[in-house]
């Protein structure tokens, strides 16, 4: 029984030391859309988003379904860690007023 505890703890331990590997998605923004249209990401496994505006003008970064809303001054980069809950297909927009309209959308992907 014993055993089997300090099995199951060096498990988590190795799991935890895992998680810890960088996992990055970037999403550029230039001339008024998102470069990446969809971004793929793993349910339960933490991701850090590192939005990188190349305009030279401000923009937002909203994802309703995980309550973000940055904005994003010209040429900032932006990194945000987020760990989806539940797969599904999660709408991305800018916003920024009009952009959303003049086609600033992408799409999160969270696979199972
Ligand atoms: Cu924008």
Redesign the pocket.
Known sequence: MLRFSMLHLLLALWLTACGGASNTQTIT?KD?RFHEEEVHVKVGQPVTLRVVNQDGYA??FDIDAFDLHRPLSANEILELTITPEQAGRYRIY?G?PG?EAAG?VGMLIVDE
């Open positions: 923004m008024m923009h937002a800018c920024a952009h600033m």
